[in-house]
């Protein structure tokens, strides 16, 4: 086949396959609006979230419990806490522990009376000790051992037996 004729009908493919294409749109109509848009929502009011939250009773913080490692060894070796007073690193505070109790209801009464005398007493803590419950009350921590020391009296003579002075955590 002769090149020019090749040419010529590559070119009316071409054409033909534009006008194809581009014909019907001649004779469309012109495209629709867009449906309209629906109106924009109204603003929210405005509130003050602060003073929400201040008006929110903050919950009393539960001290965390202590590491199992540390109450494990101290129970096995029926060491008492002899921490010297010094220069503190990282961060810790002492507790006075009022009593283990086998009942949680016992434990609780426990807690009310302590409260009751405004220490700062946190619920029982439940704690496994050689395959048995218990439920530790505490009151603290405080920061200054000191202050704990000072708690020990009142604490035994209301818990009804000697309370111990225990770091924290």
């Known amino acids: 086949m002769d090149d020019g004729l090749k040419k010529r009908l590559i070119g009316a493919a071409v054409l033909a396959s534009l006008a194809v294409i581009?014909?019907?749109?001649?004779?469309?109509?012109?495209?629709?609006?867009?449906?309209?848009?629906?109106?924009?929502?109204?603003q929210p009011p405005v509130q003050d979230f602060a003073s929400e939250m201040l008006r929110e009773e903050v919950p009393?913080?539960?001290?965390?419990?202590p590491s199992a490692a540390t109450e494990g060894d101290a129970q096995s070796t029926g060491q008492v806490d002899s921490t010297p007073d010094g220069p503190r690193t990282g961060l810790t505070a002492w507790v006075v522990q009022a009593a283990s109790l086998s009942s949680q209801e016992a434990a609780d009464t426990l807690v009310g009376k302590l409260r009751a005398a405004s220490l700062p007493?946190?619920?029982?803590?439940?704690?496994?000790?050689?395959?048995?419950?218990?439920?530790?009350?505490?009151v603290g921590p405080v920061v200054e051992r000191a202050e704990a020391d000072a708690m020990v009296d009142k604490v035994s003579e209301i818990a009804g037996a000697k309370a111990q002075v225990r770091q924290y955590p």
Do not use: H, Q
């Not at 749109?25 to 929502?41: A, I, V």
């Not at 009393?60 to 419990?65: G, M």
């Not at 007493?121 to 009350?137: F, N, Q, S």
């Open 22 to 42: 581009f014909v019907p749109m001649l004779f469309e109509e012109p495209p629709s609006r867009p449906p309209p848009l629906p109106p924009f929502p109204e």
């Open 60 to 65: 009393a913080i539960t001290p965390l419990a």
């Open 121 to 138: 007493t946190p619920d029982p803590e439940l704690v496994d000790i050689r395959g048995k419950r218990w439920y530790r009350v505490r």
